[in-house]
């Protein structure tokens, strides 16, 4: 058995045109929505990942703006341009890539975000909200390009067993608490695994739908799964080069098995991360609206 490919790619895709369809709709003779990414330094992959979400800006006609800030930047700096994109009414989107440099302390500035603007959903009042089905804050981008992707490929989830491998607050425990919820795409039955859980193989063995978000490249095998079962894989890990130079990337999931067991998987790449953008871009159309009253 092989497989059916599930594609964020060509979804994300599919979701950046729907938002450039809304955004036409509805500018009339106003300005665009505005999203503004705050990078703090020279991280290689971070300066990537904001390429990538400006040129998603300019696919569906947002207004997309990056603060470039040096890495000697100090706290009061950073503090300083959020307040500012804070106050800023162009903006209905804020980001703030992460890692920042060592010397800076992300807890602070994250809570110095004003909650409507936080389109990453990583504020403790857009989490709160998420915890208390509050529908209006923000989910977080990551969990919610997998609930998206779940949904376009009609993948049911309700009274389904889930296992989310990983807990942080970026990724596994907002999706536990998104299927979890009562609706449509949500009511499912939910097991978080950690690296203090026993079992992992088994409890994993027990999934009908599998999301693995561990940071731990490859480990999730084949033989862990159900014949039949769903496996979304969160995980990104550069590999070394090849022997022909090429660098590859992969997942949490060791694809080459899985494939053979599954009945539907994500790729690494071309999976959850395009749909990471893509809800980054929804969040911030939302916030316009929002903010329009529309
Ligand atoms: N595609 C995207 O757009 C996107 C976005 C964000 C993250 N990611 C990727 O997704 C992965 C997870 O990201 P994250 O930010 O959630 O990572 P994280 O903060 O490192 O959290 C990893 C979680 O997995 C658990 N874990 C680690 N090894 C495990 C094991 N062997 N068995 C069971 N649980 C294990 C950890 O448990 P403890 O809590 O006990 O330590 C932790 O809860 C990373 O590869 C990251 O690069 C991708």
């Not at 895709?13 to 955004?23: F, G, H, N, S």
Request: proline share 6%.
């Amino acid at each position: 058995m092989s497989a059916r490919l599930i594609d964020g790619k060509k979804t994300s895709k599919a979701v950046l045109d729907e938002l450039a369809e809304t955004i036409h709709r509805e500018l009339g003779g106003g300005r665009p929505p505005g999203l503004a990414a705050v990078l703090v330094g020279e991280d290689p992959a971070s300066k990537i990942y904001v390429r990538n979400k400006m040129k998603a800006c300019d696919r569906c006609g947002v207004a997309g703006t990056v603060a470039q800030l040096p890495s000697t930047s100090s706290q009061e700096e950073v503090s300083a341009v959020l307040d500012e994109l804070n106050e800023n009414s162009r903006v209905d989107g804020i980001l703030l890539q992460l890692p920042l440099p060592e010397h800076l302390d992300a807890r602070p500035l994250l809570a110095q975000l004003r909650p409507d603007k936080d389109v990453d959903g990583v504020h403790t009042i857009n989490l709160g909200k998420l915890a208390a089905d509050d529908p209006s804050g923000f989910v977080p981008c990551t969990p919610a390009g997998v609930v998206e992707l779940l949904e376009r490929y009609d993948i049911e989830v309700e009274g389904r067993r889930v296992v989310v491998v990983g807990r942080s607050n970026l990724v596994g425990k907002p999706l536990a608490l998104l299927l979890m919820r009562r609706h449509k795409m949500g009511n499912a039955t939910v097991t978080v695994v950690h690296t203090r859980s026993r079992e992992v193989p088994e409890r994993v063995r027990e999934a009908d739908i599998v999301i693995a978000a561990a940071g731990s490249a490859q480990f999730i095998q084949g033989d862990w799964l159900q014949p039949g079962a769903v496996v979304i894989d969160v995980g990104i890990h550069r590999l070394p080069e090849d022997k022909h130079g090429k660098a590859r990337l992969v997942g949490d999931v060791h694809f080459p098995s899985a494939v053979e067991i599954a009945s539907a998987i994500t790729p690494v790449p071309g999976g959850v991360g395009p749909m990471t953008v893509a809800m980054l871009l929804s969040n911030t159309v939302l916030s316009w609206k929002r903010r329009r009253g529309v």
